[in-house]
């Protein structure tokens, strides 16, 4: 019979903490067996700022995500964004002893430990170092080198990083709610797991995660990741705006939002009426929903175009045939799609997480992109994970009987 496990995503978002529950069976696309979510209170722009206040939210979400599935989660598969995260391009070499030896896969760690050797400020850390490409002697574009033979073995890597102390909450956090983080996983990277289809990801595409704090970027070029970034600005920034606008308290601002927001004001009825509710015991009143949107389009534009300068800046921008995939909840916003095909000159689409069974009525939602993608990541990584455990133990359990050997 085949192996069956039990693999959590924990998604620590600015306005919900998700916890996704998945069975998975080898060969077999994970089945969601239990969502649990709670608001999120204790996070300003994808950051912990209350400590306190995130374990408690990841407690309960925990709790509902165990009751739903019948499962108990110990450890979890944890995303992390925020814009203190950063990240670069990096190359590594090594010299190959044996001409005629086959490149194995301690060849390919330590060029990427090569790679890795750069000057990072003491107050950041790494989170991920995701290979590109390698590159044999004179023979670039390799994807997987072990095996070749050569003298010269050179790796080009993405290297993401991030402020030590935000990480460090983060793991505070979810460890005082009783859980162990299996992996912290940038969370645009654990959504490209969820919604992109391979092709796109060869041909070159932008995804934007417009989360309610931040705003997400990762840009993938002939099959990897090449640049990504987080921009401090989200839904909530547009609710606070149409409060302003209104001047409406932001449960309502972020109620009209959801209801009849819109982010391009061309495809509004300018005769469309909606009732905006009376504050105090004051009278509802009635107002045109293309004012509304023309409260909207202005900043979604901006984030939009903030998006834009980040994705210029990395280096394949004329290469992204398959344009722009937009997830999170504020993709949810009836206009965006053609907005960001304005803006980005690109088409542009929805994404959806996929490639999932169980649950997939409510996690097939842009609001479950990361903690579907965390576990699709968690599925694809559990094993070289186990293995790094392995090899660190092996590692611990050789010094030790080095240390003993003179005893035994
Ligand atoms: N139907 C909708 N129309 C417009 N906006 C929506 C809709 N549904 C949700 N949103 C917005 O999406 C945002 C929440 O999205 P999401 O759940 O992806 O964020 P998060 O993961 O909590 O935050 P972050 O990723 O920034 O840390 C909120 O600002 C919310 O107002
Ligand atoms: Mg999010």
Known sequence: MPAREVLAGLDIGTTKIACLVAE?????????????????????KGVVVNLEK??????????DAELMSGTKIDSVFCGIAGDHIKSINSRGVIALSKAEDEINSFDVEKVIEAAKALAIPQDREIIHVLPQEFCVDDQSGIKDPVGMSGVRLEAEVHIVTGAVTSAQNIYKSVRRAGLEIKELVLESLASSYALLYPEEGELGVVLIDLGGGTTDIAI????????TAVIGLGGKNVTNDIAFGLKTPTDY???????????????VDADEMIEVPGVGGREPRELS?????????PR????????????????????????VVLTGGGSLMEGVVELAEKVFDMPARVGRPKGITGLTEQASSPI????????????KHKKELNQKEGGKFKKIFKYLKSCFSEYF
């Open 253 to 267: 601002a972020e109620e009209l939002k959801k209801n009849y927001g819109c982010a391009f004001v061309r495809s």
């Open 368 to 379: 479950h992109s990361t903690g579907v993608g965390l576990i699709l990541y968690g599925q």
């Open 24 to 44: 998975i069976e080898s060969g077999q696309p994970p089945k969601i067996s239990g969502i649990g979510i709670h608001p999120s209170e204790g996070l300003r």
């Open 220 to 227: 993938f070029y002939e099959g990897s990741i090449r640049h």
């Open 54 to 63: 995130t374990t408690n939210s990841v407690i309960k979400a925990v709790e």
């Open 300 to 323: 979604v534009e901006e984030i939009l175009e903030f998006c834009l300068r980040e994705v210029k800046r990395g280096e394949c921008f004329e290469d992204l045939t398959s344009g």
């Open 289 to 297: 929903r293309s004012v509304l949107a023309s409260i909207i389009e």
